[in-house]
């Protein structure tokens, strides 16, 4: 993974990147921990809480005597090729932090179309995902097992991920040359726009 930070993109840069052939994860200055690659598996992505949860706060739900709901919705942006698709996976590679029960995933989906050769349908390209939201409940037995405090530290994983190719019959599967992540601000803001 190639890491762009703050200012070193450049527009010629970002006119450069192919998005059939790349794929690029954004977020923004303040949340550059957010994302990181696993030291165990190349190409597979952690996702970081950027600030402690207490879980004694009104935003964290009791759902019963062993069990507790929060909301974590991390700044964070994908685009990426048609025939790849981001999995999410549950299995991580700390016991430690394996301490959500379970946890939903919703994201908004925004298709980016290109005109044909012949210039007569348009044709889809490349997946933008925006307004990523983790829905996670945490098993307060587990980490009181794990000698985890009422506090899920910042920098705790909560996710892991990795790309992943899929079965389609219209176009050939892409070969994916790089995957950026660009942290910038105005990138982020306007990252359905610029890619």
């Known amino acids: 993974m190639k890491i762009i930070r703050e200012g070193h993109s450049t527009p010629d840069f970002l006119a450069g990147l192919d998005t059939s ?3 690029i994860l954004c977020t923004l200055p303040k949340e550059r921990d ?3 690659e696993s030291n165990n598996f190349p190409d597979k992505f952690e996702v970081h809480l950027t600030r402690d949860i207490n879980l004694s706060t ?3 739900i009791n759902i019963s005597s062993s069990s507790l709901g929060t909301t974590f919705k991390p700044e964070l942006k994908m685009s ?3 025939g790849i698709v981001p999995i999410f996976t549950d299995f991580t590679s700390d016991h430690n932090q394996d ?20 210039n007569d349908i348009e044709v889809l390209h490349h997946h933008v995902i925006s307004n990523i939201k983790f829905i996670m409940y945490m098993d307060t037995i587990r980490m009181r097992e794990a000698g985890l405090q009422m506090i899920v530290k910042k920098d705790a994983v909560v996710s892991e991920f990795f790309f992943n190719w899929y079965v389609q019959t219209v176009k050939d599967m892409p070969q994916i040359e790089e995957i950026y992540l660009i942290i910038d601000e105005e990138i982020y803001k306007n990252l359905a726009n610029i890619f």
């Open 80 to 82: 990426f090729p048609l």
């Open 99 to 118: 301490i959500f029960w379970k946890i939903y995933r919703s994201f908004d989906l925004h298709n980016s179309y290109t005109v044909s050769k012949n």
């Open 58 to 60: 009104p935003s964290v």
């Open 21 to 23: 052939s790349n794929i």
């Open 34 to 36: 957010l994302i990181k």
